[in-house]
């Protein structure tokens, strides 16, 4: 694995699932244990969401106060990168194609 970023909570790896060869991004999270419950039922709320918009959870591990979060890779990058990071100016018409791709998420199931 190699790192390709830095979060909040720790490192983003690219990795490669040896079994299957599937490209994969690894978040190591360094989690203080502070609402447990309610991380692990978000966490595995989000998990079973499926959203042509979203990347995938593949699953993830917690073991020695320590949680790996395993996303589907994306070749092009994050939204977040496309958006603060790229050197391009974004035509009006591609950021609405995003601002509209973000909303349809909003049809979700949420948690209350």
């Given at each position: 694995m190699r790192?390709?970023?830095h979060g909040v909570f720790g490192n983003v790896y690219k990795g490669i699932f040896a079994e299957?060869?599937?490209v994969v991004v690894v978040k190591r999270?360094?989690?203080?244990?502070q609402g447990n419950e309610e991380f692990?039922?978000?966490l595995s709320m989000f998990g079973s969401l499926r959203h042509r918009n979203?990347?995938?959870?593949q699953g993830w591990?917690?073991?020695?106060?320590?949680?790996?979060?395993?996303?589907?890779?994306?070749?092009?990058?994050?939204?977040?990168?496309?958006l603060y990071e790229s050197k391009a100016t974004l035509q009006?018409?591609?950021?609405?194609?995003?601002?509209l791709g973000v909303a349809s998420t909003t049809h979700l199931p949420q948690k209350h």
């Open positions: 790192i390709i970023g299957s060869g599937d999270c360094n989690h203080s244990g692990f039922s978000e979203l990347v995938r959870l591990c917690h073991e020695k106060g320590e949680i790996l979060l395993v996303y589907d890779y994306m070749n092009n990058g994050s939204l977040d990168k496309a009006w018409a591609h950021r609405r194609k995003i601002l």
